[in-house]
């Protein structure tokens, strides 16, 4: 099913008789999916954008490419930095603005601008009894609703189906500056990235390899600017860090990041990938206990990717902590998402009974 217009999807969700599994680029297939496929990729197109006010409105089908596209012509940007799940889940498709918004999709430079979630300003959708909803608004000085378009953000679909995104976005930058570091432990790599972090020199990303590119561990920072400030910025974390060992600094478009953001490194290597979330100054420490094939530490150590044998429950090796789990790329038998206290669960599943009556929007998803 691939309806054209928001009343047809609102027609075709009242009165399926089954589960539908939600669609957008098909370039994200984490979580259990069953039902008729139902796609969002005929509504898409950009009806609204106000470089002046920082605000493009689009069709949940739209391509992340072309949304860039238009901005980058007015020099702006989506700064949140979405993750592009193809190389790593090896899936062809075009990566969705609804996808993207079901997902809360975010990047490196999360740690300094926030998530996706945070640049939501209104959404349209059809929940699972077929009613049309809006909620928030257009610009930033509308936002009624607020708080609603942020639990759409990360619901993946069991709440409702998105059929428009309303978007803040930003300025791009005019430079790019990445701070290279080597040899560090994984709690060295945390504490520099920590300082740096708490610094006044406004890093925006801050990554760590146990094993980069060329078998040694790498610490990596990014500051961006107008160049004349990310020179200055990047002179003084190389003083900060001085302890660490000798800090290099390279001026350019900061691709490396790119690999850094869609997690690459894992692309062509066998196994299933887990996406976790954790304290920084608890990261080493819960790394110690994966027995991982490969890790990658990004948000200065407060998301942990990590490599496993295929099969194996990343959760049971890593006992109790305060954080949680995604299966992301794998079969293990056991459930995508971090199971929930039961407090939570109890309040996950009221939601999901007021806009999801039947039980038949992307069922499995939260299980």
């Known amino acids: 099913m691939t309806p054209k217009t928001e009343q047809e999807l609102a027609q075709m969700i009242a009165g399926t008789q089954g589960p539908l599994q939600i669609k957008g680029g098909g370039t994200r297939f984490v979580g259990q999916f069953e039902g008729d496929r139902l796609s969002t990729a005929g509504l898409s197109g950009i009806s609204l954008y106000e470089p002046g006010a920082l605000t493009i409105v689009a069709g949940a089908g739209t391509p ?19 993750m592009d799940h193809r190389v790593l889940l090896g899936t062809k498709g075009t990566p969705t603005l609804g996808g993207m918004a079901a997902a809360n999709v ?49 619901s993946y679909g069991t709440l409702g189906v998105l059929t428009e995104v309303s978007l803040k976005v930003l300025p791009d930058v005019e430079c790019t500056g990445t701070l290279h570091l080597h040899g560090l432990t994984d709690q060295q790599a945390v504490a520099a990235l920590s300082s740096a972090l708490g610094s006044p020199f406004e890093a925006t ?31 003084k974390l190389q003083e900060l860090l001085k302890s660490y060992g000798t800090v290099d600094v390279t001026i350019g478009d900061g691709a490396e990041w790119q690999a850094v953001r869609d997690v690459t490194a894992f692309a062509d290597l066998g196994g299933d990938v887990w996406r976790v979330s954790v304290k920084p100054s608890a990261a080493p420490e819960l790394v110690a206990r994966m027995d991982a094939k490969a890790v990658q530490y990004d948000w200065g150590g407060g998301l942990i990717w990590a490599l496993v044998e295929e099969g194996r429950d990343l959760r049971a090796a890593l006992g109790a902590y305060d954080g949680h789990a995604t299966l992301i790329r794998g079969m293990a038998e056991v459930p995508t998402f971090q199971p929930q206290a039961p407090a939570l669960a109890a309040i996950t599943a009221g939601l999901r009974a007021k806009f999801d009556p039947r039980g038949i929007l992307n069922t499995g998803m939260m299980t």
Do not use: W
């Not at 390899?209 to 910025?233: M, N, W």
């Open 64 to 82: 992340i490419a072309e949304i860039e596209k238009t901005l980058a012509a007015e020099n702006q940007r989506l700064a949140f930095e979405p």
């Open 205 to 235: 990303a801050a990554a760590h390899f146990p094993k980069g590119p060329s078998g040694d561990p790498v610490t990596l920072l990014r500051i961006e600017g107008f160049e004349t400030s990310v020179r200055y910025r990047a002179g």
């Open 106 to 154: 975010s990047g490196p430079r999360r740690i300094s601008v926030g998530a996706c979630r945070d640049f939501m300003l209104g959404v349209r959708f059809v929940d699972g009894a077929g009613t049309i909803i809006k909620n928030g608004g257009r610009v930033m000085k509308n936002v009624t609703g607020y708080d609603l378009v942020k639990l759409l953000a990360g």
